[in-house]
């Protein structure tokens, strides 16, 4: 690949065409802007995808700048959504924030990175400051995103902080001077209406460059709030678990996305396999995911119980009414309880249990586990 192949690898859009390349022949670093909303306390490997190309135009000599969305968070992006995202508590913002860099830094040389919070501009803007922004663009331009235009269709509510959201979202390249801005195809909207921003305010506009959604195990973009998410920060045990559960249908894209690879032939299983290990390794290191994948193929492959099994009180009475049991060590409704052993998916000791209620001699000290991935022992409470 030529260097220029290389930066915009997997990219849907790099517009306008031909902007990048007259920006590379400056021969000056680029600033190369990304920036993600607090949303939740982690990053995933979805955002990892964005990340790498952070780190690609690094490795190039230009200079990665993240920006930490800590005052944006407190709107919402409305990008891709039918309705207005909850927004969460300042202190939740906060306490996310602090955990991204070191999480980034996986993927990028912290030390060769520029890390900013757009509350340090977005918070000083005064009345004036946001009437003069909100001039340089119009509603008829807000419209004609397919969310918003859907939406106002449908008569269904549109805040006017939402229309602000791209307007603050481009007022950060503005301030950090970008000459990229990096997002996913959801964010192509707000990525060009940096490029009319920064030209209001005098300044040369920023390359906009899309890349494709990460799925998730269950085929939707991978979200926070979906819950499908394969986290950068969690242990190895759960990354290398997820990862082998993803659909076969997706593993061509992740190989080419989060691995950046065109994946190889062989059976799914094989392909999973290297992929988790690539994903653990990235995260924890060689070691801990040689450790997973032996838990994993001790735990889930062959259904044995794992070295390490948590301790769990077990709840008065006797005899114990076993769906409470199981909710009380899984954090479980009992009604899954209950189903899970109807099903036959509950063994004692690796004895099948069929029981709602079993003696208590019979729980304690004994392996218990719950489906395939949940095991407990039972003790008595101190």
């Excluded at 997820?242 to 691995?259: G, N």
């Excluded at 999973?272 to 653990?280: D, H, P, S, T």
Aim: proline share 7%; glycine share 8%.
């Amino acid at each position: 690949m030529t260097d220029v192949d290389e930066l915009v690898r997997n990219a849907v859009d790099v517009l306008p065409a031909g902007a990048l390349e007259e920006k590379l022949k400056q021969g000056r670093p680029l600033r190369v802007k990304l920036g993600i909303d607090v949303t939740s306390p982690h990053l995933h490997i979805g955002h990892a995808v964005q990340l790498q190309r952070l780190a690609a135009f690094q490795r190039a000599g230009h200079l990665p700048v993240l920006i930490v969305g800590d005052y944006t968070t407190r709107i919402g992006d409305p990008s891709g959504r039918s309705a207005e995202r909850p927004i969460l508590s300042g202190e939740e913002i906060d306490q996310n924030a602090r955990t991204y860099f070191e999480q980034a830094s996986q993927i990028l040389d912290p030390e060769r990175t520029e890390l900013r919070f757009n509350s340090e501009w977005l918070g000083e803007l005064d009345f004036a400051g946001v009437l003069g922004l909100t001039r340089t663009t119009t509603v008829a331009q807000m419209l004609e995103r397919d969310d918003f235009a859907n939406r106002f269709a449908e008569r269904a509510p549109i805040s006017v902080s939402e229309l602000l959201y791209p307007l603050m979202q481009a007022y950060d390249s503005v301030c950090v001077q970008a000459d990229v801005e990096i997002g996913g195809t959801d964010q192509l909207y707000n990525l060009l209406a940096g490029r009319t921003v920064m030209e209001a305010y005098g300044q040369e506009p920023q390359v906009a460059m899309t890349f494709p959604l990460l799925l998730g195990s269950d085929g939707e973009k991978m979200s926070a709030s979906k819950g499908n998410c394969v986290w950068l920060a969690e242990p190895p045990e759960e990354q290398f678990g997820k990862t082998m559960r993803i659909p076969d249908s997706l593993l061509p894209a992740w190989y080419r996305l989060v691995w950046e690879r065109e994946p190889p032939e062989g059976e799914p299983m094989q392909l999973k396999l290297e992929l988790a290990r690539f994903i653990v390794t990235r995260s924890h290191g060689e070691e801990a995911a040689a450790r997973a994948e032996e838990h994993f193929t001790r735990v889930v492959r062959e259904g044995q119980a794992p070295e390490e099994v948590p301790e769990t009180t077990l709840p008065p009475g006797d005899p114990v009414h076993l769906p409470a049991a199981l909710a009380s060590a899984f954090g479980l409704s009992t009604s899954e309880g209950r189903r899970l052993i109807a099903g036959g998916g509950v063994k004692v000791g690796g004895e099948v249990v069929r029981e709602l209620d079993v003696s208590r001699a019979l729980l304690l000290e004994a392996t218990v586990q719950a489906g395939k991935r949940r095991f407990t022992r039972f003790r008595e409470p101190v």
